[in-house]
């Protein structure tokens, strides 16, 4: 059989090209009360957790045991080994916790990539590791066609505040605190899986156009996959995405819009608008 791939519920897959792909969820608290991501905890209950009920707000990675689970079942199934593919390290747990189990079931069969971002930048690079393994190419190269993929997406985003960010310790207080006193709109990037400034601009309809611009910049000349999320702020989310449509015309493959997750909710707030490049190359495959 192929390598199997397994990814966590922050990639926020579109369903049509998700299959195949082995997801383990994260897990979300509501005012101490946890839930299970996409299942028992929606992004619509964090947006209101954080806005109406003033509940404290916060997210675990799985359990290596989760992990191991997984993992066995897959090779007890055939899978000739397994790419597990993982939002960034430096965001989260979840890379170590893969890793922790990953050494305990099979080391030489089990190979852990961390995709340095989170939500479709962690999404194009599970995909790409899909596409390549379905062509029965050996775990190495299914690795080394997923970290490739980290290297050819760029994600940028929009948030209304960074205050969620600051509470998650996703950004120093001291970034937050000078946000908010300048009264801008922060434009962020992940870089090396971390989240740094990008660009600050006044009124929220120009730090939409400068993502936009952002976003084309990323793109360059050739064919690109693109994904906009938003969270509780579709109207944002589908006008960037008409406006990258015009701007890049014939270079993007493929464009998804959809609303994160509750786990990534909970660290940006309700108004988040993020683009995903993934400039598309020799790592990847058209995916039917």
């Not at 799985?62 to 993982?86: C, M, N, T, W």
């Not at 290297?151 to 000078?178: K, M």
């Not at 270079?251 to 707030?269: L, P």
């Amino acid at each position: 059989m192929p390598v199997s791939v397994v990814t966590d519920s922050t990639a926020y897959l579109p369903a049509e090209v998700a299959r195949g792909i082995t997801v383990v969820p994260l897990t979300v608290a509501l005012g101490g009360v946890a839930g299970i991501e996409g299942e028992e905890i929606t992004p619509a209950k964090v947006a209101a957790a954080l806005t109406e009920h003033r509940l404290s707000v916060s997210t675990s990675r799985p359990a290596p045991e989760q992990f191991a689970q997984i993992y066995r079942k897959l090779l007890a199934g055939g899978a000739d080994g397994i790419a597990s593919v993982h939002l960034s390290a430096r965001l989260s747990g979840t890379c170590d916790a893969a890793r922790a189990a990953a050494a305990d079931v099979d080391p030489e069969r089990i190979a852990v990539v961390d995709a340095r971002a989170t939500g479709m930048g962690l999404g194009f690079c599970a995909l790409t590791a899909a596409d390549v393994a379905a062509t029965g190419a050996p775990l190495p190269e299914v690795v080394a066609a997923a970290t490739a993929s980290t290297e050819a997406t760029s994600t940028f985003f929009y948030v209304d505040t960074l205050e969620f960010l600051r509470r998650g310790g996703r950004i120093s207080a001291a970034s937050a605190l000078l946000g908010t006193a300048l009264s801008v709109k922060p434009i962020l990037h992940v870089a090396d899986g971390v989240i740094t400034a990008r660009d600050k601009v006044r009124t929220t309809s120009r730090a939409l156009v400068r993502l936009v611009d952002l976003a084309v910049e990323a793109a360059g000349d050739g064919p690109v996959d693109v994904a906009v999320h938003h969270l509780a702020a579709p109207e944002r989310a589908r006008g960037v995405a008409e406006a990258l449509l015009s701007r890049l015309g014939d270079q993007v493959r493929q464009c998804w819009t959809s609303e994160v997750g509750a786990v990534v909710a909970a660290h940006v707030g309700p108004g988040l608008v993020g683009v995903v490049v993934h400039r598309v190359g020799t790592h990847t495959t058209p995916r039917a």
